[in-house]
């Protein structure tokens, strides 16, 4: 569930420290800032005019499918374009970052949006079915009935659709389904792919047909996510086995990942560098607190960790290795521990609290939508349950605000109740007040709800369409404009991908280890002030922005946050940088077209791989507070009372867990909560393989040097 809400200060992870640079004085966006144009109208022209660089733009097509290399195998998509990648220089020493294959980004492997000529894909029924019963026919059975299996990504529950095995028809065979799985259909016209129950790209007919007719479908810069089936199930990697042991949240044992070489070659890097456990507050501040006792240490760069980067991102099936952190050593002495915690970082606003978020608008807007669909089916004959009938329990009646949403918010609050919702987001208090008031049969409890809780409607409303066996699933209308930081992160990573797809093609200034290479970093920032300023007149800066703000720029170009502090109060600004970078680059390939619609995306950290060093007598156990699921039962350890509850995974030498702490769509997952117990005897040697969703280094530099406030 994709539920993002920070309810009370909470400490995070170490993040390293950067100098902070000043921030520019406010700019009322309602009195001077008069000129927040749509993007793609005035501003593109005027930029266009004053570089040279536009005529009539062009929407940007994905980038050409490559098929891999053998859809058969179960290895990485990266596995090919990593096993020689260059490491050591000829003088033996480790080859800058950026000047490595570590750097390297595997491309989206988008379906062709073709123009379908066979049997147009059809839901063969929207009710959802569970994977394992699918898994247990043979693929000639479904190919013999023209049907497809297709599931979100990570998930479990899917639906069949029609498929006469004609390759032009893919593309729209994922729209279908994704659509009917209730996936954002704007955001489908950013491109759509397929990849099997391996994380393996599919492209053409051939390789949906090895898959055995079963996919998963992932929507524009989603990263793979390893769907857990159930409880006990057994993937095999490449001889690395995931076993899931947790659900929700999702969490696998993991096996012949390391050696106990690899094991006492971390402990000696990182041994020596050992000091006390942190943690960072939302002012950046960070220290020792009781609730982290252990001892860390982040190994220094080497070919010891270059090489758990690559082999943790295989195993993640990450687009890059550059996604993974170097290694972080852990030591857990006789009583040490690491309470309940996140992975991930949220100390700063990257765009407004909440600005995404859903209201009672939104909610009035579907209770319309929803009873005209009703209604058309029952004009249709179309079969549908009784209590959604005219009349009935779950039918939408637009302007009631007590019978028809107290009735939605019962089976919520039962939900939210039974999978830990409330508890994993400190919201109790609110499972309380809506139980109360329901209990009093009160008016407008959904109206002030969503006036707090506004990201709580998705939930909401997917229960509903649960219910219904999914006969009609809403998209919401876009009330929002998309922000400027949102494009920017959001072009960055585009830039990064069609650079490393088309090097040879692409000037050296741009390529990995250029001056201009895209990077969600403070230096390239400052480069892209830089460019900015020579490239167009002041006159121009000073009528998209003001001249206050375009003095303000000229003397903090060269310093951190300045093109971050310009996006946010002038959003219009993203696509005038973009437009300089391109001027400068001038390459025809890495021409951009801003999506009409995106979704939101912060660089975090997404999925943790955790070795297990070192086998511990007793205690030293993860666990995951939140989780329903049982691994050990009756654990008691002093001072760490939440390692008696939830999901705990025992310590065992040269084994790990590795476990997701964002969600499919990249939101956190709270229920990734997750504490060190104390071990009660010797001591636990651990170490933390970090993975986000985007360059790792880059993005820590974001938690720890911008400053935006």
């Not at 499919?664 to 117990?677: E, L, N, T």
Request: with cysteine; hydrophobic share 40%; aromatic share 10%.
């Amino acid at each position: 569930m994709s539920v993002r809400q920070r309810t009370r200060a909470e400490p995070e992870p170490e993040a390293p420290t950067n100098k902070q640079s000043s921030k520019p004085q406010d700019v009322d966006s309602h009195g001077t800032n008069k000129l927040l144009l749509a993007f793609g109208s005035l501003t593109v022209l005027g930029v266009g005019y004053y570089l040279g660089t536009i005529s009539s733009p062009q929407a940007v097509a994905p980038i050409s499918p490559v098929a891999p290399q053998d859809v058969l195998s179960t290895a990485s998509p990266v596995s090919w374009t990593l096993k020689a990648s260059r490491i050591l220089d000829e003088n033996n020493e480790l080859i800058p970052k950026y000047a490595s294959d570590i750097v390297h980004i595997d491309v989206q492997q988008y379906l062709e949006p073709l123009v379908c000529t066979g049997e147009i894909p059809n839901v063969v029924k929207t009710t959802q079915v569970h994977v394992k019963d699918v898994m247990d026919i043979p693929a000639a059975e479904r190919k013999s009935k023209n049907q497809v299996f297709l599931l979100l990504n990570g998930e479990n529950q899917g639906i069949y659709v029609t498929w006469d095995g004609e390759e032009d028809c893919m593309h729209t065979l994922a729209k279908t389904a994704a659509t009917a799985l209730g996936a954002d259909q704007d955001r489908l016209e950013n491109g759509v792919k397929f990849m099997t129950q391996y994380g393996i790209p599919i492209t053409t007919a051939a390789e949906l047909e090895a898959a055995g007719r079963i996919a998963h479908v992932l929507l524009d810069f989603q990263i793979w996510m390893w769907p857990g089936i159930e409880k006990g199930y057994v993937y095999n990697v490449d001889g690395v086995t995931l076993t899931t042991v947790g659900m929700n949240p999702k969490v696998f044992s993991v096996k012949n990942f390391f050696t106990q070489e690899e094991a006492d070659a971390i402990r000696d890097a990182g041994e020596p560098l050992l000091a006390r456990s942190r943690i960072t507050d939302r002012n950046k501040t960070r220290d020792v607190s009781t609730s982290r006792t252990s001892h860390t240490a982040f190994l220094n760069p080497s070919v010891l960790t270059r090489d758990f980067q690559i082999r943790s991102a295989k195993l993640a099936r990450l687009p890059s290795p550059s996604y993974a952190e170097g290694l972080q050593l852990v030591r857990y002495a006789a009583g040490e521990f690491y309470r309940k915690h996140l992975d991930t970082f949220d100390s700063i606003d990257l765009i407004p609290k909440r600005y995404y978020d859903h209201n009672y608008e939104d909610y009035e807007a579907w209770v319309a939508w929803a009873a005209a669909k009703i209604d058309e089916f029952e004009a249709q004959g179309v079969e549908i349950p009784p209590a959604f009938r005219k009349g009935g329990s779950h039918y939408p009646v637009v302007d009631d605000e007590k019978v028809f949403p107290n009735t939605l918010l019962v089976d919520f609050h039962k939900e939210a109740v039974e999978s830990n919702l409330f508890k994993s987001h400190y919201d109790e208090d609110w499972g309380d007040w809506i139980k109360t008031n329901l209990d009093n049969n009160a008016t407008g409890i959904m109206e002030n709800l969503l006036k707090s809780r506004g990201a709580y409607l998705n939930q909401i409303i997917k229960i509903w369409e649960r219910q219904l066996n999914y006969q009609v699933v809403y998209s919401y209308p876009k009330r929002h404009r998309i922000l400027g930081m949102t494009h920017l992160l959001y072009w960055i990573r585009w830039a990064k991908e069609r650079i490393s797809a088309q090097l040879s093609e692409v000037p050296s200034i741009a390529h990995p280890s250029g001056a201009l290479y895209p990077k969600i970093h403070n230096d390239f920032f400052k480069e892209l002030a830089q460019i900015t300023l020579e490239d167009l007149s002041e006159d121009f800066l000073v009528h998209q922005m003001n001249q206050e703000w375009y003095d303000w720029v000229v003397i903090n170009k060269d310093k951190g946050n300045t093109v971050q502090k310009v996006i946010r109060s002038f959003p219009m600004m993203t696509e005038v940088f973009i437009r300089a970078w391109e001027n400068r680059v001038h390459c025809s390939k890495l021409k951009y077209v801003l999506p009409k619609y995106i979704k939101h995306f912060e660089p975090n950290r997404y999925v943790t791989l955790f070795m297990y060093l070192n086998d511990v007598e007793e205690g030293g156990e993860t666990v995951f507070p939140m989780s329903n699921d049982r691994l050990v039962t009756d654990i008691e350890r002093e001072g760490m009372d939440e390692c008696n509850s939830g999901l705990a995974v025992p310590a065992t030498g040269l084994g790990a867990s590795l476990f997701y702490v964002l969600d499919a769509d990249q939101v956190i997952d709270p229920m990734s909560r997750h504490g060190g117990c104390p071990p009660v005897q010797g001591v636990k040697w651990g170490s933390n393989s970090f993975m986000w969703n985007a360059d790792a280094q880059e993005g820590a530099s974001v938690w720890s040097e911008w400053k935006l406030n």
